[in-house]
Nanobody, 120 residues
Framework: QMHFVESGGGLVQLGGSLNLSCEAD????????AGWYHQAPGKQRGMVAA???????KYADSVLGRFTISRDNVKNTLLLQMNSLRPEDTGVYYC??????????????WGQGTSVTVSS
């Protein structure tokens, strides 16, 4: 079973940038599409960016043009470059696999996440 450790969150001002990183263990991670999920305070968790095993990306409309997802299959690492941050980007960010048909992960084995706060 895969496990995920997210890092890179923090407090940033409106319009600022952050780079999130996710380390995944388990050799099977590199075989699966993967995604970053955002959970705003009091709201459900949802995918904001996903990437297939061979690098095809998908973004939620709310982050298109501002966030960039990438992966390093050698290091089992998933990255999220976040630019032009807005207060509505505040929340906890998690990584996991991502299946388009389910609009969610293969399994709900979530890590601790990394917290992002965007101040205005």
């Amino acid at each position: 079973q895969m496990h995920f450790v997210e890092s890179g969150g923090g407090l940033v001002q409106l319009g600022g940038s952050l780079n999130l990183s996710c380390e995944a263990d388990g050799d099977i991670f590199r075989q699966w599409p993967a995604g970053w999920y955002h959970q705003a305070p009091g709201k459900q968790r949802g995918m904001v960016a996903a990437v297939t095993a061979d690098g095809v990306t998908k973004y939620a409309d709310s982050v298109l043009g501002r966030f960039t997802i990438s992966r390093d299959n050698v290091k089992n690492t998933l990255l999220l470059q976040m630019n032009s941050l807005r207060p509505e980007d505040t929340g906890v960010y998690y990584c996991n696999t991502y299946l388009t048909d389910y609009d969610g992960p293969l399994r709900a084995n979530w890590g601790q996440g990394t917290s992002v706060t965007v101040s205005s």
